[in-house]
């Protein structure tokens, strides 16, 4: 599943820097996770590295695009090869 940032984004842009995938820009008055590009860092990290430096706890699954573990690697797979 994709991740997505909340209305509780204050902007500070730390998660930026974190996402492997570059899914992660800013947007009109937050910053926005692209789900094409969002793997949850399978395939680089034991768990989402975006939600782990977020202060304020706004990143979330987005129930809008789920997918399994094995979908994600591929994803991963897709964006940067084997």
Do not use: W, Y
């Not at 990290?45 to 690697?73: G, S, W, Y």
């Amino acid at each position: 599943m994709a991740l997505k940032i909340t209305d509780d984004c204050i902007s500070c842009g730390v998660c930026v820097a974190e996402c492997p995938n570059d899914a992660i820009s800013e947007g009109d008055s937050i910053f926005v996770i692209n789900p094409d590009r969002c793997t949850e860092c399978v395939g680089f990290f034991d768990e989402p590295q975006c939600v782990n430096v977020c202060p304020v706890d706004a990143i979330v699954p987005d129930p809008e695009h789920e997918e399994t573990k094995e979908q994600l690697m591929e994803k991963k797979k897709k964006l940067h090869g084997a």
